[in-house]
């Protein structure tokens, strides 16, 4: 008897493990996911800003929100009125939050125009669970000017965007810091294991870097003209593609005959910043964050009069920027373990429980 309660035990324990696991997941795939600056408290300003990742249904319902540290070593803040950073993008394999911003505590004054020594720039992920990392960090580059975006290919690379003269597209990760292109850029992507970032200077539009180079000069390549582009999506089939521009709507290309055409644009009279899209329907659905930072919009594109719905308004002295997806919930390999143990002492259990009924029984038949 005392065996049994003990292997009951040990089934008990690691189920409650893996239930408190799942519940432990702060993001579900499938909802929205937008990066906030301010709480509401006070207006903002150019001083360092703290940062929420706020979670909503793709109707427009909040969840939840994550506050990221806006003190200590771990800090991260943005611009409380630079409207370019704080693109929201998830990591190549759909599995973390990555974002951009200063290493600093919320208050600090004039963080975009400060040197990178004494504001340094950095770039952090969150997971499934909310579990937040400054994953690196620069003294040197985007010194004296604004940090946009970041992407990483989960395996310990990651790369900024920001200014040309101070950066461009930027290596940041466990090998030697390095610039990639000094084109402009506002937002960096990793699709299919190549590099995509948007410019609104020189010959803009969207453009492609080939693999994900760590160092080195690369040539990008325009794949998307487009006057003012901010944030872009691209479907699987890299056969859609639509760009938010900020100086009004979000266009929509399609590729045909080996080359990449505008079909139309959506909204053309509201300035749009971040952009996220499901493509799994017939018409993709497509959510936004408008320019100002005020709302969330979704729009299902049936065609070029395809009309907006306002979604989410920011609070008073709140402002929407990037918006994505949540990333995908995968358990931790401990998770695994414990219930391949649990599992297994639950197969012992009733095999052992079977074996005693046997017994009963040719006794009691004895």
């Not at 301010?38 to 800003?49: K, Q, V, Y």
């Not at 479907?235 to 639509?242: E, L």
Request: charge should be neutral.
């Amino acid at each position: 008897m005392k065996s049994k309660n003990w292997k009951h035990n040990l089934v008990c324990a690691a189920l409650l493990s893996l239930a408190a696991a799942a519940h432990a997941q702060l993001f579900t795939a499938g909802d929205l996911v937008v990066l906030q600056d301010g709480n509401g408290s006070a207006a903002l300003s150019s001083a360092g800003t703290a940062i929420f990742l706020d979670q909503y249904t793709t109707s427009g319902s909040f969840l939840n929100s994550l506050a990221i540290p806006s003190t200590g070593s771990s800090a991260l803040v943005n611009s409380g009125t630079a409207s370019s950073e704080g693109t929201l993008n998830l990591s190549a394999n759909g599995q973390y939050l990555v974002f951009a911003g200063y290493n600093v505590a919320a208050g600090t004054a004039g963080v975009a125009g400060a040197t990178s020594a004494s504001v340094p720039r950095g770039i952090a992920t969150v997971n499934s669970a909310g579990t937040y990392s400054l994953a690196a960090t620069t003294a040197t580059y985007y010194s004296g000017n604004n940090i946009r975006a970041a992407t990483s290919d989960d395996n310990g690379n990651f790369w900024g965007a920001g200014p040309a003269a101070t950066g461009g597209t930027v290596y940041l990760g466990t090998g030697t810091p390095a610039q990639i292109s000094s084109s402009n850029s506002i937002a960096v992507q990793d699709i299919g294991g190549n590099l995509y970032f948007s410019t609104a200077k020189g010959t803009t539009g969207v453009y492609e870097i080939p693999g994900t180079p760590t160092s080195g000069s690369a040539t990008p390549a325009l794949v998307l003209p487009n006057a003012n582009p901010s944030d872009f999506a691209f479907n699987a089939n890299m056969t859609i593609a639509y760009v938010a521009n900020t100086s009004g709507g979000i266009a929509r290309y399609n590729f045909s005959g080996g080359s990449w055409t505008l079909g139309y644009t959506l909204d053309s009279g509201t300035g749009i910043n971040g952009l996220a899209v499901n493509f799994s329907g017939v018409n993709p659905t497509v959510y936004a964050t408008t320019e100002d930072g005020t709302s969330i919009i979704a729009i299902t594109d049936s065609g070029s009069g395809s009309t907006p719905t306002t979604l989410v308004t920011a609070g008073t002295n709140e402002a929407f920027r990037g918006l994505d997806f949540a990333p995908q919930s995968v358990p931790e390999p401990s998770t695994l373990a414990l219930a391949g143990t649990g599992l297994l002492a639950l197969w012992k259990l009733r095999r052992q429980r079977k074996s005693c009924k046997v017994a009963n029984n040719s006794t009691r038949a004895g």
